[in-house]
């Protein structure tokens, strides 16, 4: 989560739309070839552990220097995967510049971790662990999602069924406080809520300037199998038995309708007789109809969806030969973020990803397919192996399920009438589910703190960002990302 699903624009001409994408991709690369090169010996890494130190003592004095009543955000090198907004206040900010936390720091192939920056691009990080036959235990879909923006946004992917997010695999946290302190956090430490409220707080509880977690051992290739289903108690049912079972490294699904059911099962292996991309002129959403199995290297799967989830575009032979190529959903997003101003005209199609508990997914889903009715769906088995610290004790007191579905809906434009965003609020406070925050949030602030958990909150963000510098997540995510001071 998010993690951030793609959004393609709606308008734009396709030289502005191809010119821009391009001068994105030139500048995105510069010093990639640094991030991904990481020699372990001693020196080395004492020299990237100094250059860490001036870089978090640089964001602390900014920090510490900030002087007036307005508010604070960051300027980072990625770019944002949150849905893009026309009038989010944040384009006003003052900035704090934290383009340069983007370097991976060390990878330990013995205990299998890896520390690094907040920026780093898990299309980097993947790259550098692979050489040690080593990934992270969560690799979201889009290539330049990053690993601070990773825990931030909630991301998950097709691991999370036995794994849950990227933060759960996550060690220790460097966390630059809103007045310039700097602190680490674990899950044992004295700082443990602002460990476990850092998950999903978005940047309202401080820079967090180094993370350290857990990798995985993998192999070169992953070799996917399709199962289809007509029937959604046949999908359910095999979803549940194979996250009982965990009889595959890797599973996710699409639901290309309610009598078309995909589930997607992953399974790491050294060889494999060919290996497809989908980086190009092929679709891998419209695959999972077509074939039974599919082989692709593992960088290639992690990225699989890295043209749009259920929602490529351009989805014609002649626009994937000319602009496929060009148009990764970042560089979409980076357009969109430039030219944000023309978001009131051209309103984005609905973006968000919805978790409904195992039990309760097929009420949900006959409900959604009467009220909103979009498919394909992406769906993504997720498993809570304890509460989250960010959910409320009303929320946690009726969860009755250990594993969820992500379902993502992207690409929808609907008719005029009933705002879907918020028919999906409500049905998912009805039934115990969470809406992703990446996207538009019309919730009141009573009905948000049935949720997220306000006193932990409120304990964290006053020991942290007592001048409220950074806003609080219901101001920032609810409020100023609709233009609402």
């Known amino acids: 989560m998010r993690r951030g699903g793609p959004w393609v624009a709606a308008a734009g001409a396709g030289v502005l739309v191809a010119g821009g994408a ?136 097709s691991t999370s069924f036995y794994s849950g997010g990227f933060h759960d695999s996550c060690l220790e946290y460097e966390v630059i406080t809103a007045r310039g302190e700097v602190l680490t956090c674990t899950r044992e430490n004295e700082h443990r809520l602002l460990f476990e409220m850092m998950h999903g707080a978005f940047g309202t509880l401080g820079v967090l300037s180094r993370l350290t977690f857990k990798l995985m051992p993998a192999r070169p290739f992953v070799r996917v199998q399709y199962e289809k289903h007509a029937t959604l108690d046949s999908y359910l049912a095999s979803i549940r038995r194979h996250a009982e079972l965990r009889d595959a490294d890797f599973m996710d699904g699409i639901i290309h309708s309610p009598a078309e059911l995909v589930l997607s099962m992953g399974h790491f292996t050294d060889e494999a007789p060919y290996a497809h991309r989908y980086d190009w002129m092929r679709i891998y959403p419209d695959s999972t109809r077509t074939r039974t199995e599919d082989y692709l290297r593992t960088a290639d799967y992690f990225y699989r969806y890295d043209r749009g989830v259920t929602n490529v575009h351009p989805r014609s032979f002649p626009g994937r030969l000319l602009f496929g190529k060009l148009l990764s959903s970042s560089r979409v997003l980076w357009l969109a973020d430039r030219f944000h101003w023309l978001l009131g005209r051209f309103p984005p199609p609905v973006t968000v990803d919805v978790f409904v508990p195992y039990s309760r997914a097929a009420e949900f889903l006959g409900w959604y397919r009467e009220a909103v009715g979009h498919f394909p769906l992406w769906c993504v088995p997720y498993r809570i192996d304890r509460p989250y610290a960010w959910l409320s004790d009303r929320f946690v007191a009726g969860m009755r399920d250990d594993l969820f579905l992500d379902l993502a809906i992207y690409g929808f434009h609907p008719a005029p009438g009933a705002n879907p965003y918020r028919l999906l609020e409500e049905k998912l406070m009805e039934i115990g589910g969470v809406k992703t925050l990446i996207s538009t949030n019309l919730y009141s602030e009573e009905e948000f703190w049935r949720t997220w958990n306000r006193p932990n909150y409120e304990a964290v963000k006053g020991r942290v960002d007592p001048d409220n510098r950074l806003r609080g997540l219901y101001e920032k995510m609810c409020r100023a990302a609709q233009g609402v001071g």
Not at 30 to 55: I, Y
Not at 76 to 83: F, G, L, T
Not at 100 to 110: G, K, N, Q, R, S
Not at 111 to 130: I, K, N
């Open 22 to 157: 391009a001068a994105y991709g030139l500048s995105a690369s510069r010093g990639r070839s640094r991030r991904r090169s990481v020699p372990e010996d001693a020196a080395g890494r004492a020299t990237r552990e100094a250059r860490h130190r001036d870089k978090v003592d640089r964001v602390a004095a900014q920090l510490r220097a900030h002087r007036g009543p307005g508010p604070l955000s960051f300027k980072k090198r990625a770019v944002s995967h949150e849905v893009p907004k026309s009038g989010d206040l944040r384009h006003r900010d003052r900035k704090i510049d934290l383009s340069d936390l983007d370097e991976i720091l060390h990878v330990d192939p013995v205990r299998r971790t890896c520390v690094a920056e907040p920026g780093v691009a898990f299309v980097d990080l993947v790259e550098a662990t692979l050489r040690h036959g080593l990934v992270p235990v969560v690799v979201p879909e889009l290539k330049t999602i990053t690993v601070g923006g990773a825990v931030a946004g909630c991301s998950l992917e």
